[in-house]
């Protein structure tokens, strides 16, 4: 099962045709106090990174009356931060980022009672694809290079990610399953401690986000050999994705923001309002552009029908990994 950017557009359906991306209904709410920015990740990494980046844009910007307060909670595949949200104790001002585990984590953990069904949708800020990083001294420079070299070692290959179900090992596994080769894979708290630690040798390639990458790749530190999208992306123009070595498979995680469960539809609109204002900013767009984001416009219905086919994508995948 692929999940790719087009089929994400396809889910999109008519809201890529409205004139704003989130709704923007009136609305007399505001926050009256300080609004907990809870993170499904660690620091450090993608999602941590768009979070704070959202929260400087709205400060700087003046667009809310009370600060985003960025909170991580990455423990546990981003549980801690499900049970989090599940169990807010003020639900309009308790908001989530999420990435791909917001599916994989419940259906992984059954245990937590999580039915994501039941948080709020507020905002899709972008989507981002999956690159292969390898260090620079390793003397790879090709995939194939890399695949002889995985076969060589022979399950003693060590990459790290940022734990078994999330998004980068279920491309890993894709890779071991595709192309016969077996990897030992270390877990992290946050794909930001991944990208620092391929950087210093503590572990031989990783399959990261390139904003995780991006500044040890700027340095020179980190070669990207492939990526996992579905055209070869701009910022790496040189890179061949895998659907060019016959493969066809892509896989892209979500950027996405949402609301605790039982928020009040007034909170929401807010929320969607403030998160279209900042969408809109040059800041945020041009972070796209360095960061290497597409563009996946929904309303909050169709995000909600995003998510079902997500679950459904997502049970494929980690029932093909044995999950």
């Known amino acids: 099962m692929k999940i790719t950017r087009r089929v994400m557009m396809g889910m999109a359906g008519a809201a890529l045709a409205a004139s704003t991306i989130f709704t923007t209904a009136a609305h007399a709410w505001e926050p009256t106090k300080p609004i907990d920015f809870v993170i499904m990740a660690g620091a450090g990494g993608g999602a941590d990174q768009i979070a704070r980046f959202v929260q400087s844009v709205a400060e700087k910007e003046k667009l809310t009356v009370r600060p985003l307060v960025p909170n991580n909670k990455g423990g546990g595949s981003g549980a801690e931060a499900l049970i989090a949200l599940n169990g807010a104790s003020d639900p309009d001002h308790t908001i989530l980022v999420t990435l791909n585990s917001f599916f994989t ?37 090709t995939f194939e290079a890399w695949l002889e070299k995985v076969k060589a070692e022979d399950g003693n290959y060590i990459m790290g990610g940022t734990g078994k179900g999330q998004e980068d090992s279920i491309v890993i596994a894709w890779m071991e399953k595709n192309y016969g080769v077996k990897i030992k894979y270390i877990p992290y708290k946050g794909g930001g401690a991944v990208a620092k630690d391929l950087a210093g040798q503590q572990i031989m390639a990783s399959v990261n986000n390139p904003a995780e990458a991006k500044g040890f790749f700027e340095n020179g530190d980190v070669v990207p050999l492939i990526s996992f999208s579905d055209e070869r992306m701009e910022n790496l123009p040189d890179v061949r994705t895998v659907k060019e070595l016959g493969k066809d498979f892509s896989y892209y995680n979500q950027r996405a923001v949402v609301g605790a469960p039982g928020m009040s539809d007034e909170a929401a609109a807010y929320y969607q309002g403030l998160f279209q204002k900042i969408y809109d900013t040059p800041e945020w767009q041009g972070y796209m552009k360095s960061e290497s984001l597409s563009a996946l416009p929904m309303d909050p219905d169709t995000q909600r029908e995003y998510w079902k086919t997500q679950v459904t994508n997502h049970e494929e995948l980690l029932k093909a990994m044995g999950e």
Request: aromatic share 8%; hydrophobic share 45%; no cysteine.
């Open 105 to 141: 984590t419940p259906m992984r953990q059954q245990n937590l009672g999580i039915d994501i069904q039941t948080f709020t949708p507020v905002a899709m800020m972008g989507v981002d694809p999956f690159v292969l990083w390898v260090h620079k001294d390793s003397g790879i420079t």
